[in-house]
């Protein structure tokens, strides 16, 4: 059984409730969001889709016809740098076409909403911190950083030019500067994720399907140590069913409908 938009429903009828109206289903959680100070936002690709970022999993997605294993780990670089380029150079030419949805946009103003505020992100596309996000931990790193693969030195990009970028300070191979599988996150991030998730009174997770760890770890952590912890997603994920409440609709539909109703709220 499944709590979505307030509805205790059997997962059977998940898609049933979809047609429910959206406002309805949104109450329970703006009416903890109106108590709330300390809110927390876990993203995934999922909250990029509406921009036309394709995700990876989902149908037509990044991995679709690909595997992980070889474009996204330091063995496939080594073994194939100008494979792995090749598919980061045509990720961020994507990028350079697209904006940031109504959803990155509403969760750049909740940092002004709410007293202590955090985003947690999965994403490497840059697209919150376009939107205006500044209260921002990024779990797998930049896909906009080169990184030296010899000296570490980082330099920012903003264009798609050289097909294997080279390190401005010693000339050597870089790669970009995100998160591979099997490598370990950013020192200190997940930590202090870990902290956020752990003190949040009222957690949104949004656009992941919860299968990458330890990010898909501080959900649960949240729910564990008493949070209220809804899941804003049109599929059902492992998570969906720890969550507090299940709002079965794209992020860039429900995130500003959710705005709209703590406006009416709190302007009472
Ligand atoms: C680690 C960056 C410690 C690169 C990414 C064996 C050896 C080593 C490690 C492991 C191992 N076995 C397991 C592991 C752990 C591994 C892992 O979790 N593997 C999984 C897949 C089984 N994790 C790691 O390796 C991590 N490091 O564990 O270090 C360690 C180190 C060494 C040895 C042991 C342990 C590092 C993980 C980071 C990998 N890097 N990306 C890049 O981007 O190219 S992961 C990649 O997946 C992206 O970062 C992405 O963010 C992440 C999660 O995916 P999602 O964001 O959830 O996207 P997805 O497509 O899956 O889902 C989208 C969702 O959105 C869907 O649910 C869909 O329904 C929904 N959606 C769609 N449209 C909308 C929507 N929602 C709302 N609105 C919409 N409109
Ligand atoms: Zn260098």
């Known amino acids: 059984m499944?709590?979505?938009?307030?509805v205790t429903v059997k997962r059977t009828c998940?898609?049933?409730?979809?047609?429910?109206?959206?406002?309805q289903m949104l109450q329970p959680l703006a009416n903890e969001l109106r108590k709330a100070s300390r809110v927390l936002c876990l993203t995934g690709a999922g909250v990029s889709a509406e921009s036309g970022v394709p995700t990876f999993r989902d149908s037509g997605g990044l991995w679709e016809g690909c595997r992980p294993e070889d474009l996204a780990t330091p063995e496939a670089f080594s073994r194939d740098p100008e494979q792995v380029w090749r598919f980061y150079r045509s990720r961020r030419a994507k990028l350079l076409a697209v904006q940031p949805n109504p959803a990155h946009e509403v969760i750049a103003r909740f940092e002004s909403r709410f007293d202590d505020f955090h985003l947690v992100t999965q994403n490497v596309d840059g697209l919150h911190q376009q939107a205006g996000s500044k209260q921002i931990l990024c779990l797998h790193g930049d896909i906009w950083i080169d990184r030296c693969t010899e000296c570490g030195f980082e330099r920012r990009v903003a264009t798609v030019d050289e097909p294997m970028p080279q390190c401005d300070r010693c000339g050597g191979l870089a790669r970009p500067g995100v998160v591979w599988f099997g490598e370990m996150l950013p020192d200190g991030v997940f930590e202090r994720a870990v902290q956020l998730a752990g003190d949040a009174e009222v957690v949104l997770v949004v656009g992941t399907s919860s299968v990458v760890h330890p990010a898909a770890s501080l959900a649960g952590l949240a729910a564990h140590s008493g949070a209220f912890v809804a899941e804003i997603n049109p599929n059902a994920t492992v998570f969906s069913e720890s969550a507090s409440l299940v709002i079965p609709v794209e992020a860039g539909k429900s995130l500003p409908e959710l705005e709209k109703i703590l406006d009416i709220l709190t302007s009472d």
């Open 14 to 23: 998940y898609n049933m409730v979809m047609a429910d109206n959206l406002s």
């Open 2 to 6: 499944v709590l979505i938009g307030g």
